[in-house]
């Protein structure tokens, strides 16, 4: 979710999408965002609160070296 959004990357997010269903449904916030990033409407973003979200995921924790790298990627595959 946080290379350059491509081709491939959509191609990527549909298989997560097709076979890892069910892991999905046990994190609703990853869910969404899949759901989100293969849906072609535009999405409202609030950046605080996308950061709080995504906090728990070891990527994007603050504890983590280049967190803020990732998150950047994040917003940029979003915007």
């Known amino acids: 979710m ?15 999408n097709k076979k ?7 994190y609703p ?3 969404r965002y ?4 293969l849906s072609s409407e535009l999405m409202r973003l609030n950046q605080d609160e996308t950061t709080h979200e995504m906090s728990p995921f070891f990527a994007f924790r603050s504890t983590t070296e280049h ?9 940029k595959m979003i915007v």
């Open 34 to 37: 899949v759901t989100r990033f």
């Open 2 to 16: 946080i290379s350059n959004y491509s081709n491939e990357t959509v191609d990527l997010l549909n298989i997560i």
């Open 29 to 31: 916030v990853l869910e």
């Open 20 to 26: 890892y269903l069910r892991e999905l449904e046990k």
């Open 67 to 75: 967190h803020s790298v990732h998150l950047n990627r994040f917003f």
